[in-house]
């Protein structure tokens, strides 16, 4: 690490994980996260340019952000992402790069994706019928999406690929059997996500989410799973199929949060930094980088925002409030 002092939180966790939206525009609508007719997007100016992204995450990786995922909307859609990932792969603080997506336009954009230097690639994919695909998203995409896999497996250099589910009550409960039976036919890493209080209709309910123990006892009952040790600071429980054939993930920030060791932040595609998915307060990061302020300014803000870190989400807690800003605002 070059220089600067480790970035922690005020409640001693060093922070090492930066999600950064690089559009909040999407060529899905999926329920859970838009209305079908889409939201207002950001002008063109609003948006960080991938200079201003490059100049942050250098400075982050400087005080030990060392991994980096790009996130949306989808990120995909932004021109040319591909040059952004050429700006961060020469840094040296920089340990990871990896994107987070839909998968409809990654068989076009894949190679020059991996020469640019991205390393790991997470695909959103919530069922493995056509006709439930397109009654989440409302696109007509399977097909799509399953070639981009396919097209992503075939470098090598892109590993692990990881395939995220997010699980609703009365509609993920018909995929379960067929993702984990994907998870054992081919080589990606199936996880299944916690739906959240982040969607745009904010007709969040606790009753919508279906818990990860259930799921996984889904699973269990045809094929039965043992644990693998839980990393530090991954936000995924992971299981191993008995017969040794694969393994499936469970990402449970509802049932089983993980906050007590969150070493992520969030930029947002205009440069607002959040400390939370469900902050309700961000910090402007683009003022300052735009009104020519030096790298040592920018750190004490970066610092001062990162010192006031919440501790934990309270989606369990009576009276919490959902945030304004939709997941396709502030980039998963």
């Excluded at 007719?37 to 030990?64: D, F, K, N, Q």
């Excluded at 839980?230 to 936000?235: D, I, K, V």
């Amino acid at each position: 690490m070059s220089g600067r002092a480790q970035l922690m939180d005020g409640h001693g966790r060093p922070i090492g994980d930066v999600r950064i939206s690089v559009t909040d525009r999407c060529n899905f609508r999926c329920q859970y996260c838009m209305p079908a007719e889409g939201l207002p997007w950001l002008a063109r100016e609003e948006l960080l340019t991938y200079e201003e992204m490059a100049r942050i995450v250098a400075l982050l990786a400087s005080m030990g952000v060392s991994d980096v995922r790009l996130t949306g909307g989808e990120p995909l859609v932004r021109k040319e992402l591909w040059r952004l990932i050429e700006l961060l792969s020469p840094l040296e603080d920089v340990h990871d790069i990896s994107l987070t997506t839909n998968g409809y336009l990654l068989r076009r954009q894949v190679d020059d994706l991996v020469r640019a230097g991205l390393r790991r690639i997470n695909v959103s994919l919530d069922s493995l019928a056509p006709d439930r695909f397109f009654q989440l998203t409302r696109r007509n995409s399977l097909a799509a999406v399953l070639d981009g896999l396919e097209a992503a497996q075939a470098h090598p250099e892109l590993r692990p690929i990881k395939v995220n589910v997010v699980a609703l009550r009365d509609f993920t409960e018909a995929e379960v059997l067929r993702f984990a039976e994907f998870a054992r036919e081919q080589p990606y890493e199936v996880r299944f996500i916690e739906f959240m209080p982040l969607d745009a209709d904010q007709a969040w309910d606790r009753d919508r989410v279906l818990p990860n123990a259930e799921i996984r006892a889904m699973i269990d009952a045809v094929y039965p799973l043992e644990p693998e040790r839980r990393e530090r600071h991954s936000t995924a429980r992971r299981w191993r199929f008995a017969d040794g054939r694969g393994e499936i993930g469970f990402i449970s920030p509802v049932s089983e949060p993980f906050c007590g060791d969150c070493n992520r932040i969030r930029i947002t595609a205009e440069g607002m930094l959040r400390t939370c998915l469900f902050s309700m307060n961000e910090t402007d990061l683009r003022a300052p980088l735009r009104a020519g302020a030096s790298d040592d300014e920018l750190e004490q803000v970066i610092r001062g925002a990162i010192w006031r870190k919440e501790l934990k989400h309270h989606i369990n807690d009576p009276g919490f409030v959902q945030p304004a800003r939709t997941m396709s605002r502030i980039g998963g």
